[in-house]
């Protein structure tokens, strides 16, 4: 009979030789495992739900190719319809109607059933000020809610995040973030988006982006906040703000005047950090996933 001593030793160096050939992957790199989610820089989908080639449209992949492409962060913007369902709509459910709230997170829980070393953020708007508790029954008839990540305070101070391999091994792999009404008394893992970032401007007309203001909340600080470079162009049509779809392989370059990579060297000139969301437009048009390694340094 071996030895305890001798199969603990066997164990070990088959768990090194595993590690060495078979590195964890965390959100498809090994370096993110060990990375807080607070040092992470996502690039995210604007109106993530409106895929097509209507003028309201903001998205060239489906929400799953969105994700087979790498892409984390999810942004997206809901009002109930006048049958009372919370879909997400733009602007108006009578504008463009992309199905229901329940339907997208349905989609998003079946990437992480399938996907197991995946975290992903949806960040929601709120634009009828409803009551979080309507969200909260949408994530459990999805069933994602069992995904959800639950911080230990709140809110949850920006060095206190734990890294993407420690979210992965408690499950705990769909953070959540509402604009307006979140309320974590009530439920617990539907965030206060602007406790924990603040924005830039969107509605972007000037294609150099050449700000990295902070736009909401107003007269926040970055002290203590991650944040959301709002980086997608629009066009004035008859003085109405349309997604510019034309100008996206320049506004999604990973390099350039106007590029991913040059605003958020303005922002890192500002603030001493990388962002840590850049939110896009067509963003299967570009670089987006180039762009998003070399903020992170990879
Ligand atoms: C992560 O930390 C490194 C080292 O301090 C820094 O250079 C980088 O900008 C940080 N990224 C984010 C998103 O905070």
Not at 21 to 29: E, I, K, M, P, V
Not at 87 to 106: F, I, P, R, V
Request: aromatic share 10%; charged share 20%; glycine share 10%.
């Amino acid at each position: 009979m071996p030895s305890v001593r001798f199969l603990s030793l066997f164990t070990l160096v088959l768990s090194s030789i595993t590690h060495t050939f078979a590195q964890r992957q965390c959100n498809g790199n090994a370096a993110y495992c060990s990375r807080s989610y607070s040092n992470i820089s996502f690039v995210g989908s604007h109106d993530s739900a409106f895929v097509g080639s209507e003028p309201s449209d903001n998205q060239d992949l489906s929400l799953t190719d969105q994700m087979n492409l790498g892409i984390r962060f999810l942004q997206g913007q809901t009002h109930k319809n006048i049958l009372g369902d919370l879909d997400l709509c733009h602007t108006s459910c009578l504008l463009l109607d992309a199905g229901k709230l329940e339907t997208y997170l349905g989609t998003v829980k079946s990437f992480l059933d399938s996907n197991a070393n995946e975290v992903i953020t949806l960040l929601l708007t709120n634009g009828d000020s409803l009551d979080v508790s309507e969200f909260d029954t949408a994530f459990k008839n999805s069933g994602i809610n069992t995904y959800a990540f639950v911080p230990s305070s709140n809110p949850l101070p920006i060095g206190s995040w734990p890294n993407l391999g420690d979210m992965i091994d408690a499950g705990t792999r769909l953070v959540v973030f509402l604009d307006y009404g979140a309320d974590e008394s009530k439920v617990n893992y539907i965030l206060n988006e602007f406790n924990y970032y603040f924005e830039t401007p969107y509605d972007v007309t000037d294609s150099s982006f050449n700000e990295c203001n902070i736009d909401r909340p107003s007269g926040a600080s970055a002290d203590g906040r991650m944040y959301i470079v709002n980086h997608f162009l629009d066009e004035d049509i008859l003085g109405i703000d349309v997604p510019d779809r034309g100008a996206a392989s320049t506004t999604n370059a990973d390099q350039g005047t106007g590029s991913i990579g040059a605003q958020s060297d303005l922002c890192e000139g500002l603030y001493g950090r990388a962002p840590n969301v850049v939110l896009l437009d067509w963003s299967g048009t570009g670089d987006a996933m180039k762009a998003q390694g070399e903020l992170n340094g990879l």
